[in-house]
């Protein structure tokens, strides 16, 4: 995959998203738990970018979305890519990658990748369920996987694939208002994309990965 040419920070913000934030004190583990048990009439904003490179077939991949369950309320773990890594270099973005022949499930996948990526052992993830599937403009049919993670772990992050780890808490997500959209002219004559960014502090969570958050918020939030 080309560089890019643009840092999502810089660009101009064509809109800022709507969406009423939900109540913090509700973004349990056992409120999350039952909405994924009794799931309500939903649909996803985005379940697909267009293509930006060429393959010849969507690649079937799984990520975890890690709602690590701190005293103080819900946290999301996020990665920052390797800078040397060919799809999204240097991106933020939850654990995840490709299925492998040994993976019998997407969530085997998921699982997989967490443990390789950061380290963190299955035994303290606990499943909650799936999200729609995500195609990714760059060829891949993403499962995302939504979980639980009781400390205290241990985090090893694998220098060949991870920058770094770090959590945001996740109430921050849960606030429509928080997500905006931009356009940029993407490399070999991809044209221009637009996308949703999610600014915070110094970093900006985009792409796919605020599409799939963008998903969990309509999920959470439908009535």
């Not at 950061?118 to 599937?133: A, C, N, Y």
């Not at 993407?186 to 999610?198: D, E, L, W």
Request: no cysteine; charged share 25%; hydrophobic share 40%.
């Amino acid at each position: 995959m080309a560089k890019l040419g643009f840092e999502p920070e810089n660009l101009p913000v064509d809109f800022v998203a709507s969406g009423e934030a939900i109540d913090p004190e509700k973004l349990t583990p056992e409120w999350i738990r039952k909405r994924f048990s009794n799931p309500p009439v939903w649909k996803p904003e985005i379940n697909s970018e267009p293509a930006f490179v060429h393959r010849d077939r969507w690649i079937p991949a799984a990520v975890l979305v890690p709602l690590v369950d701190r005293k103080d309320g819900l946290s999301l773990m996020l990665t920052q890519r390797a800078a040397h890594m060919h799809d999204h270099p240097g991106q933020i973005s939850f654990p995840g990658g490709r299925v492998d022949l040994t993976d019998s499930t997407r969530i085997e996948t998921a699982l997989r990748e967490m443990e390789e990526e950061v380290g963190i052992d299955r035994q303290h993830v606990s499943v909650l369920g799936t999200l729609p599937e995500y195609r990714t403009g760059s060829g891949y049919r993403v499962t995302p996987v939504v979980s639980i993670v009781t400390p205290p772990f241990d985090l090893h992050a694998n220098p060949d694939e991870v920058a770094e780890v770090f959590e945001v808490p996740f109430p921050f997500f849960m606030d429509g208002t928080n997500y905006q959209m931009r356009t940029a002219e993407f490399p070999n004559g991809a044209g221009k994309r637009s996308f949703y960014t999610i600014p915070y502090e110094n970093r900006v969570v985009w792409g796919a990965t605020a599409g799939m958050l963008r998903n969990l918020y309509h999920f959470l939030s439908a009535k």
